[in-house]
């Protein structure tokens, strides 16, 4: 009987430390930009995000290092065939994350309306300058923009290969938070994932930690 309760209980670590190691470790940094100070961070009530808007950019990664503006709008596919609606769907999950902690984020339909509009008369603009200049026709304190790494991968599944398959998972991301008003970047925030994390999961992650650093 006592044998018998040991191996219960051995199999019952095993598969909690199998369910830690599924799991994964996530990594998440977060940087305000020189000279940014909190009264900066908490005017911010009405924000746009613009994740998926710059053209993507196969093979190339996620992060913080160089320039801060050299990167806005750009994106990081490394997905052969993949379209941009797994980016559209990640925007979307960010826009909602940011609405649950009661931001006033503009609507993905009038942001599409002003970019179309103003494609013409924003052609030739650095991606930053045209970020602030969309913000500054939508009339929002900041522009939400960064890259993320999406892929596709094989999931073993849990106990039993339940669940097994294919399925999109996110490596690394990065979001910035850019004043309309000054052009400068507020926060910067790097997020990576060893194992790969779900989109909604990630979206939720980057927004928690912008909520934590801006005192919202």
């Not at 000279?35 to 005017?43: G, P, Y």
């Not at 924000?47 to 993507?56: K, P, Q, R, S, T």
Request: with cysteine; net charge neutral; glycine share 12%.
């Amino acid at each position: 009987m006592a044998t018998q309760k040991k191996r219960v209980g051995a199999c019952v670590l095993m598969t909690v430390c199998g369910l830690i190691l599924l799991a994964g470790c996530a990594d998440v940094r977060v940087a305000v930009g020189p000279r940014v100070t909190q009264a900066d961070l908490q005017k911010i009530k009405k924000v746009a995000v613009l994740f998926g808007a710059g053209a993507a950019s196969a093979g190339s990664g996620a992060h913080l290092g160089g320039d801060p503006t050299a990167m806005l709008g750009m994106l990081a596919m490394r997905m052969p065939g993949m379209g941009t609606g797994s980016i559209e769907t990640f925007n979307d999950h960010l826009v909602l994350e940011l609405l649950r902690l009661e931001w006033d984020v503009v609507e993905r339909k009038q942001l599409d309306k002003v970019t179309s509009e103003q494609a013409l008369s924003l052609s030739g603009l650095t991606e930053a300058d045209k970020n602030v200049a969309l913000g500054k026709i939508l009339a929002v304190d900041a522009i939400i923009t960064g890259n993320v790494d999406i892929r596709q991968e094989y999931d073993t599944g849990w106990l039993f290969g339940i669940g097994a398959g294919m399925k999109e998972v996110v490596k690394t991301a990065t979001l910035r938070m850019l004043d309309v008003e000054k052009g400068n970047t507020l926060v910067a925030i790097s997020a990576s994932y060893s194992r790969g994390e779900e989109q909604q999961d990630v979206a939720r992650d980057l927004a928690d930690a912008l909520k934590m650093k801006i005192g919202r």
